[in-house]
């Protein structure tokens, strides 16, 4: 019976007649069988092969083994032209399997939007939603049909150079943003030819690297896990990520490549995750390093066990699966299982029904790029909402535009730098720097001054090693003094001083952790020189990570931070300078007064001695050379207007079934109109385990007029109270909740209810 339908089936399928929609799951199982009824083990275990081209493996090569059937996907290609010659090749293949083409399109493809933790710094989800659409829509004209994104790593230690890729320290806003990229790079079919698979990445707690160090190993309670940070990859499965990348360290003494727990009893048992498994780069052969497999072989046979589909860059899946079988040290099941998981991908993303449908000639990515004006409006607008207002004293922003201004710093005029990393296919050269934005803004161009002021570093190696190619980071040779000198200089004679400070791309990226988070010395000496001017200093922070500011928040007059705000961020920066947008960024992970602090998180549990406990003197949970609390909190973020907020509960109490709403009244108190992200925090007040201080349960935005007053609400369900209790069960336990509402997380603004034993 199945025969038959297959063999009524093929004929439709490859003439284009069905589209993948069409074919129920039932007629896809049929397909696969036959299919891999028809495959050699050496095939299965070539469909298990993502590479790409680079090093020994030349395009020929690649197109060669393409042709032999002995590849499943392709990433790190990315012009439609080469990736039909390698389709083209894959339909000569034994079984004519085609391929699928990956890439890291992170924060944008070809039009880059801010780095992770600036989209964050919005904390809007409509932002969010347009990022993925857009980056979607380029990628996918680009021919690609994968990603490895979301990535949704949280972390509170901001040494770890990937901090610039997620979404911060808080895993509901890092979940929300997880869960809305899947939602929107995938859209309802993987058959639409605008949809992107994505790999939420890197599973599980990259984030948590012991020391901030790159690649170093995490070790972690499970409550902390099942509670915090396995919260966002559970989001972005549950959103229907169709695939998962698996992250490079161990969990637990475990590397998560190896990881049976992690992979098959977390991922596949209890959250019944039933897509494709992908290995980081050259994860398996890491694993003999790691000291869990004694050579090559043994880690094929360790990952693949531990629930492995897909090896990214390695070449041992081809080498040894097929001996593996033929030893018996895996069963061919197994290999069917993983190989049927890559097919049955494949087969959604309708590659089998046209191997072409993502390879369109007439979608030329570059007409469309520099013509549609749309996504670099979205990407000025998407900037601009990313930026987040730290300090304004006596209202310095935002400028008038008819003053003379004096530009300065390292990274006032790099196109490459405010691109931020893993922008690989975005244009350099349609980048708008700083100095351009507030040129193409201020009324007379003439009266915007510019000086370098300093290198990023003193160090020339640190410029190497970091690959701090930024078009002008480049290492200027000549004595600082002098370089600082032609600044001051320009200071002098202007009316205020913007200065732009902070991490070359490089310095925020994989391998790129650092143990001291403040601003190199090169840039220290010139901020005091420019300081000692007299004159107004703003300072324009672009980094991808928080650091360490304790002096330069006290130097400044004003301070923004930018992050790495992508294609636009010129312009973004010089609206907010001048006031065509009133900052509405929040920061979405908390900055350290220093690095001692580290880990400095918001959602800390109380302990049994909180700082400022009646009767005990300095015996104390603190240090007694530095505050507990960070310079900036997380959720904070200034505006050019202020507002008053206060809250009502509908109910005191609830029950199961019951739920409270929360009615948030805000007013915009001051004189301009401007966006207020309102704040929803929980704390169970007492349970059988200590829960943290509070938890970030909801945010919405309000934008209203000067003196207007608007209602924001928020519901409270049952669901929201459970936590993994003492027992290690998901549960709500009766009892006391407060709940606060505010414009960060350090708002005292609190109500009380009670959840019923009911
Ligand atoms: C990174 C991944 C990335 C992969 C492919 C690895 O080095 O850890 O995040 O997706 O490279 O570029």
């Given at each position: ?204 707690l990259?984030?948590?690297?012991e ?6 190993s995490t070790d972690m ?28 360290v161990s969990v637990n003494g475990i590397p998560a490549?190896a990881n049976h727990w992690l ?27 790691h000291g869990v ?466």
């Amino acid at each position: 019976m199945m025969k038959k339908l297959a063999l009524f089936l093929l004929p439709l399928l490859f003439s284009g007649y069905l589209s993948a929609q069409e074919l129920n799951s039932e007629a896809k199982k049929v397909f696969i069988d036959n299919l891999l009824s028809k495959m050699t083990i050496q095939e299965k275990a070539g469909q298990l092969r993502l590479i790409s081209v680079g090093g020994d493996l030349t395009l020929d090569k690649v197109l060669d083994n393409i042709e032999v059937g002995e590849v499943g996907g392709i990433f790190n290609t990315i012009v439609e032209p080469d990736l039909s010659q390698m389709q083209e090749r894959a339909l000569k293949s034994p079984n004519k399997i085609p391929l699928f083409f990956g890439f890291d399109v992170i924060h944008g493809h070809r039009t880059i939007f801010p780095i992770n933790l600036g989209i964050a710094s919005s904390w809007d989800r409509s932002v969010m939603a347009k990022v993925a659409e857009i980056s979607a829509e380029e990628a996918t004209a680009d021919g690609l049909n994968i990603t490895w994104a979301p990535m949704v790593d949280i972390t509170r230690d901001p040494r770890w150079g990937r901090v610039s890729e997620g979404f911060g320290e808080d895993p509901y806003l890092t979940s929300e943003a997880g869960r809305i990229f899947v939602e929107r790079m995938q859209k309802q079919s993987l058959a639409d030819k605008k949809s992107l698979a994505t790999a939420v990445k890197h599973f599980a707690l990259y984030g948590a690297v012991e020391g901030g160090r790159e690649y170093n190993s995490t070790d972690m309670s499970e409550r902390k896990m099942f509670q915090e940070y396995l919260v966002p990859y559970k989001a972005a499965i549950d959103a229907g990520s169709r695939a998962v990348m698996v992250s490079l360290v161990s969990v637990n003494g475990i590397p998560a490549t190896a990881n049976h727990w992690l992979l098959t009893e977390v991922l596949r048992n209890q959250w019944h995750f039933d897509g494709v498994v992908v290995s980081d780069h050259g994860a398996i052969r890491e694993l003999i390093n790691h000291g869990v497999a004694s050579d090559a072989k043994d880690a094929v046979r360790v990952a693949i066990k531990a629930g492995i589909d897909m090896s990214m860059n390695d070449e041992y899946f081809l080498q040894f699966l097929p001996e593996l079988v033929k030893e018996g040290a895996i069963t061919e099941d197994q290999l069917n299982q993983a190989c049927r998981r890559v097919l049955e991908l494949k087969y959604d993303m309708g590659l089998f029904s046209d191997p072409n449908r993502y390879l369109d000639p007439k979608l030329d990515i570059e007409t469309m790029f520099s013509n549609n004006r749309l996504h670099r409006e979205e990407a000025r607008d998407v900037a601009r909402r990313s930026i987040v207002l730290l300090k304004n004293e006596n209202k310095i922003l935002p400028l008038a535009r008819n003053k003379k201004i004096a530009v300065i710093g390292p990274l006032a005029n790099s196109k490459r730098d405010i691109l931020g990393s893993w922008s690989g296919a975005g244009r350099t050269n349609l980048a708008v720097t700083p100095l351009e934005g507030i040129k193409n803004t201020v009324k007379n161009p003439k009266s915007v001054s510019y000086a370098f002021g300093a290198n990023l570093s003193d160090d020339a190696n640190l410029y190497r090693f970091l690959n701090l190619y930024g078009e002008n980071s480049k290492f200027d040779d000549r004595p600082a003094d002098k370089i600082i000198a032609e600044a001051v200089n320009i200071a002098k004679k202007s009316d205020v001083v913007i200065a732009f400070v902070g991490e070359a791309e490089g310095m925020a990226h994989e391998s790129s952790s650092r143990t001291d988070l403040s601003l190199q010395a090169s840039q220290k000496r010139l901020l005091k020189a420019l300081k000692e001017t007299g004159k107004p200093l703003v300072i324009v922070l672009m980094n991808g990570r928080p650091l360490t500011l304790t002096e330069e928040y006290a130097q400044a007059d004003a301070m923004l931070e930018t992050w790495f705000l992508g294609t636009e961020g010129g312009n973004a920066i010089a609206d907010v300078l001048f006031g065509q947008y009133n900052p509405s960024g929040k920061l979405p992970m908390s900055f350290p007064n220093n690095v001692g602090q580290i880990p400095v998180y918001y959602s800390h549990l109380n302990t049994g001695r909180p700082r400022g406990t009646e009767n005990m003197g300095k015996y104390t949970t603190s240090y007694f050379d530095s505050p507990n609390e960070p310079l900036f909190p997380f959720g904070f973020g200034l505006s050019y207007t202020d507002f008053a907020m206060d809250f009502s509960l509908s109910s005191p109490e609830m029950d199961k079934e019951g739920e409270i709403v929360v009615t948030v009244n805000v007013e915009n108190i001051g004189d301009k109109e401007g966006m207020q992200t309102v704040q929803l925090y929980l704390q169970d007040v007492t349970a059988s385990v200590s829960r943290p201080v509070k938890e970030l349960m909801g945010f919405e935005n309000i934008t209203l007029k000067p003196h207007e007053k608007g209602k924001v609400k928020f519901t409270i369900k049952y669901d929201m109270l459970k936590f993994w209790n003492d027992k290690m069960q998901y549960v709500a336990e009766p009892g006391k909740f407060n709940v606060f509402i505010g414009s960060d997380s350090t708002t005292q603004n609190k109500q009380t209810f009670t959840l019923l034993d009911k």
